[in-house]
């Protein structure tokens, strides 16, 4: 937790005037799944996955293997199948596991990269997606400045995933009465154009999204995510 409390205090207030703090870069060979460069390693990992029955456990495998996983695909192509594989039975355990956390800060590094491809980042916005709404409510709050920082560098299928991240969060803000509070509410926000546009546009897109009534509300109830008072919306607000 120490590690990344730059993350949970993003500013830094010096003679009155308040800055941005940059966020630390982690070192990604330090995952141990980094360094297995065979299909061996993958399958040793995989089976502990699956042998895996308890929560606690499960987070602590997820944060020493995600990250690693994700990136084994970037060293070598003939190893996709078998990554692909772990992340598939990854995915069906998180389903079914609300309770298991994943390494939202180094999936959030992870997005920083510029040598990964469209394709691996989709896929590590997605894992922020599923991350940041499995954190506690007080530190979602607090990361929210972090997710909006990242936008103005994220494709606009990027940018989507980490705002639809946010809505939730959103309501559970006590919003100021002055303005100049207000903008200090998210700093990304007030500071940069950039990122008031795609928040601006995509809170537009919400606004204007029709609705319709479920009968069969268990069609709703099987979604992940969507929870009981958003089932009349067609949009899915969860990862």
């Not at 990242?150 to 006590?174: D, I, N, Y």
Request: hydrophobic content about 40%; charged content about 25%; aromatic content about 10%.
């Amino acid at each position: 937790y120490n590690e990344y409390k730059s993350y949970l205090s993003p500013t830094l207030t010096c003679h009155g005037k308040t800055e941005l703090l940059k966020a630390p870069r982690l070192s990604l060979k330090n995952h141990s799944l980094y360094l297995e460069m065979d299909a061996e390693g993958i399958e040793r990992v995989f089976l502990r996955f699956v042998s895996c029955d308890d929560d606690k456990k499960l987070t602590e495998l997820l944060k020493r293997y995600l990250v690693s996983a994700i990136l084994m695909s970037l060293e070598n192509k003939a190893l996709l199948p078998k990554v692909n594989e772990l992340l598939v039975h990854i995915n069906k355990r998180l389903t079914s596991r609300p309770e298991v956390q994943l390494p939202f800060y180094e999936l959030m590094e992870l997005t920083r990269r510029d040598d990964i491809s469209s394709f691996t980042m989709n896929m590590a916005v997605l894992y922020v997606n599923k991350a940041y709404y499995r954190l506690p409510l007080s530190e979602r709050k607090a990361n929210l400045d972090l997710l909006f920082g990242e936008l103005p560098s994220k494709s606009e299928f990027q940018r989507s995933v980490l705002l639809s991240s946010t809505l939730e969060t959103l309501c559970h803000l006590a919003i100021p009465n002055y303005v100049e509070q207000q903008r200090d509410l998210i700093p990304s926000v007030g500071k940069d154009p950039a990122v008031a546009r795609a928040f601006f546009d995509f809170g537009l897109q919400v606004i204007l999204l029709p609705y319709i009534a479920v009968e069969d509300k268990t069609t709703w109830n099987s979604l992940p995510g969507i929870s009981e008072k958003r089932r009349y919306s067609t949009w899915p607000i969860r990862g």
